[in-house]
Each structure stands twice: as structure tokens, then as C-alpha cells.
């Protein structure tokens, strides 16, 4: 295997992870609020949206040992919150002590949304780097694929299968740090904390990228002091604002928590809906994959253009089903479609799109302002989510009101969102610089 991909698909397993913790817990749901006797809002706040709020934490602050301590050091870290998530919510003995430990977990999926897609952004060649970089959504996609599918091996393992869910989550976390550690450092991160340039152009080298293609060293110790909220950086703030903000409001972190409860909702069985979060799984990982292809080659600006139009369609009818009562698998139809959607636009371009507006200095700061954003709105979401479900009669209104925020992204990427495909990352903040 070529080292640059060898090195990139050990960062990316990351994403694995956090895709895998993200949406192990949709198979426990209705098992934790019936056990432990819980509140909508309280199943909302402490049992679904605990990970999500200690996620919102980790984005918001791993910035700082991602440039301190460095990429690799940081990945290394994420992998130890992981295991100890899982082994604390498999053995947990009550709903705050569940919490706790799926916020654990939580600050290790916000982390990751920083230190993987900055460390790939940064040893990967301008022309690869979209699709290495999307190689961290791809694990995502699978890892939720495979939460999905041991969640539907596991429904009637054991006395207790929930535990059995969410712990046997150890076993990757285990391998992950484990190859982490054999990562090299980033040479970028290398040149602005050490200004060693023979070492970031000898891991270069080792990478099998030519070094001056992709950086002008001259600029590497210049602005290191400087704040990310400042007159000049306001363009790619807002961009990884929006990007962040749409991302979440297609309702894609809601659909993942409570893919059975919505089945369910839709008339499915519970083993049938369980089965069919299986069938959303694989469809995410198909159109990952094409988004995979893509990327570098139609750039980030189309690919969001093509899945805008996919939310717009496939969230109308899924509203339209809902409240038109259409029965047979008409919604489980219609969500597979805002998958696929999803997976060919946001989800592809997301944290790629983000690692590559700001500039070397700023970008794990400007990473974790992107991350944050999007985690405070799915914490938020998911939260509300029950409620929403129960509130209304028919869940048809929630999913048109999904349909009308991409609406609204669509206009973003018409009007305002640039390409930055093929463009080396130092030409490409000054580019964007106002």
C-alpha cells in the first residue's frame, strides 16, 4: 500500500469511531428510557445527548493540545476517550454514570473532528488532498454502517443486549490507538512549532510529496501570534459557519440517533427497523464512496450543489409521506434517498472543506470553531428530538422543515460558497483572506 494512504487511512479511523459512537446508541434507546423508567427530556438530555455535549466540548477546546502537543499526540489521546467510554457504558450500573461515560466519549468524537482532517490536510499533496482527507467521512459512514449492523446482531444477545452494544466498541478503540502511534508527525505542525525545515521536508519526503509544491516556507513563522477573530479571517469564518450550520440542519444527526424510533413511526416493526437502519448504513457507505470519487475531480462546490437538490426532494417526501399516510416502505424509501444525499454532498465535503480555508496557524483553531458549531446544533438537535417526535402529531412537519433549511443551503452554494479543490492550502487562505 502507498505510505501517504497507509499513513491517511490510520488517521481517518478516527472517523470510524466516531461514526460507530455516534450512532451505536440509536440500538439502545428504547431499551435505556423503558429500564430506567426516564422522561422524554430526560432521555433527550442525559441518555441520547450527553455524547453530543461532551462532543461540543472537545470541538470546542481540542484545538489547543492539537497545536500544543501536536496532531499525532492528540489522535493518540482520542483513542484512549474511546476505550474508556465504551468499557464505562457497557458496565454502567445507572443513567448518570451511562452519561458520564458517553460524555467521555463525547469529547473524543469533538477532538477527532479537529486533529484527523487538520493532520490529513496536512500530509496530503493539493491534488489528493480532497479525497484522502474524505477518507475521515468514509470511516465515519462506515463506522455507522457497523454500529447499525452490530447493533442488529446484538438485539437479543444477553440478559442485557444494550450493554453489549455499546461496549464491544473497545475492541476498535484498541486497534486505532495502537496504529495511531506508529503515524509520523505532521510536517506542517513540525515547521510552525519548531522551525525545523529539514525535518518537515525529510517527513515530506518520506510521504513521497515534493515539499516545495506544497508550502512556501518563508511564510511558515510569520503570524503565528496572530487571533482567528480578526477583520481578515471573517470570509472563511462564515464559510465554516454556514458549512457547519446547513450540516446539521438537513436533520442528518437526528435521523442517525433515532433511525428505529422513526421506522417505527413510519409503521415498521422493531426488527424490521432495525434492519432497515442496517439498509441506511450500506446506503451511506455507497455514496460516501462516490463522493470519495468525486471530490477532487467535480470539487467540494459541486458536490454540494448535486446533494442540495438531493435534501430538497427526498426530505419533501418524506414529509409528504408522513402526513399523507403512505404505507408500505415509502419513508424508508425516501430516507435512503436523503442518505444518499447527504453522503455525496455534506457529508463528503464537510471537514474537507473546513481543513482548507484557513491558513497553517490558524487551521486547527479555525477546525474547532467549524466542529464546534456543528456539535452545538446536533447536541441541540438531538435533544429536542423526542420531544419534536411527540409534539406533533404527525412527524411529516419536522422533516419539511428540514426541507426548507437546504433550501436555504442551496442558495449558499450558489451565491457565496468558493471551490478550493487543487489549490495548495498556504495559496489557498491568502485567497480567501478579506
Request: charged share 10%; hydrophobic share 55%; net charge neutral.
Amino acid at each position: 500500500m502507498n505510505q501517504l494512504y497507509r499513513i491517511a487511512i490510520i488517521a481517518a479511523l478516527a472517523g470510524f469511531l466516531f461514526g460507530f459512537d455516534t450512532v451505536v446508541i440509536s440500538g439502545a434507546d428504547q431499551q435505556l428510557q423503558a429500564l430506567w423508567g426516564t422522561s422524554d427530556l430526560f432521555h433527550g438530555t442525559y441518555i441520547m445527548a450527553m455524547a453530543l455535549w461532551g462532543t461540543v466540548i472537545g470541538a470546542l477546546f481540542a484545538g489547543f493540545p492539537t497545536d500544543k502537543f501536536g496532531r499525532k499526540n492528540t489522535l493518540i489521546g482520542i483513542g484512549v476517550l474511546y476505550f474508556i467510554s465504551a468499557l464505562g457504558s457497557g458496565l454502567a450500573t445507572g443513567p448518570y454514570l451511562f452519561s458520564f461515560f458517553r460524555f467521555i466519549g463525547g469529547l473524543g468524537v469533538g477532538a477527532s473532528t479537529i486533529a484527523a482532517p487538520t493532520y490529513i490536510a496536512e500530509v496530503s499533496p493539493a491534488d489528493q488532498r480532497g479525497r484522502l482527507v474524505a477518507l475521515y467521512q468514509f470511516n465515519l459512514v462506515f463506522g455507522i454502517l457497523i454500529a447499525f449492523l452490530s447493533n442488529f446482531l446484538l438485539k437479543d444477545f444477553g440478559a442485557s443486549p444494550w450493554r453489549w452494544m455499546v461496549g464491544i466498541e473497545v475492541v476498535p478503540a484498541l486497534f486505532y490507538t495502537l496504529g495511531v502511534m506508529t503515524l509520523p508527525k505532521s510536517p506542517r505542525w513540525v515547521l510552525l512549532k519548531t522551525g525545523n525545515i529539514d525535518e518537515a521536508k525529510a517527513i515530506f519526503q518520506r510521504l513521497g510529496i515534493a515539499a516545495d509544491d506544497e508550502m512556501n516556507t518563508s511564510e511558515k513563522t510569520s503570524g503565528i501570534a496572530e487571533k482567528l477573530f480578526q477583520k481578515k479571517y471573517r470570509f472563511p469564518l462564515l464559510l465554516a459557519f454556514l458549512v457547519a450550520f446547513f450540516n446539521q440542519l438537513s436533520g442528518i444527526n437526528a435521523f442517525l440517533y433515532y433511525a428505529p424510533r422513526i421506522f417505527e413511526a413510519a409503521g415498521l416493526g422493531e426488527s424490521a427497523a432495525l434492519l432497515s437502519s442496517v439498509g441506511i448504513g450500506a446506503t451511506n457507505l455507497v455514496f460516501t464512496f462516490a463522493g470519495l470519487y468525486l471530490i477532487d475531480r467535480l470539487g467540494r462546490k459541486t458536490l454540494l450543489h448535486i446533494g442540495s437538490y438531493g435534501y430538497i426532494i427526498s426530505l419533501s417526501l418524506v414529509g409528504i409521506a408522513f402526513l399523507q399516510n403512505w404505507e408500505g416502505g415509502f419513508v424508508p424509501l425516501f430516507l435512503f434517498m436523503f442518505i444518499a444525499a447527504h453522503a455525496i454532498g455534506q457529508g463528503a465535503i464537510i471537514w474537507v472543506f473546513i481543513s482548507e480555508i484557513f491558513p497553517d496557524h490558524l487551521r486547527a483553531q479555525g477546525q474547532a470553531f467549524g466542529s464546534s458549531v456543528h456539535w452545538v446544533l446536533a447536541a441541540l438537535i438531538t435533544l429536542f428530538m423526542p420531544a419534536a417526535l411527540s409534539a406533533f402529531e404527525n412527524p411529516g412537519l419536522v422533516f419539511l422543515f428540514f426541507a426548507f433549511m437546504m433550501v436555504l443551503q442551496l442558495i449558499f452554494v450558489l451565491f457565496m460558497m468558493p471551490e478550493t479543490k487543487g489549490i495548495p492550502l498556504e495559496k489557498l487562505s491568502k485567497q480567501l483572506e478579506r
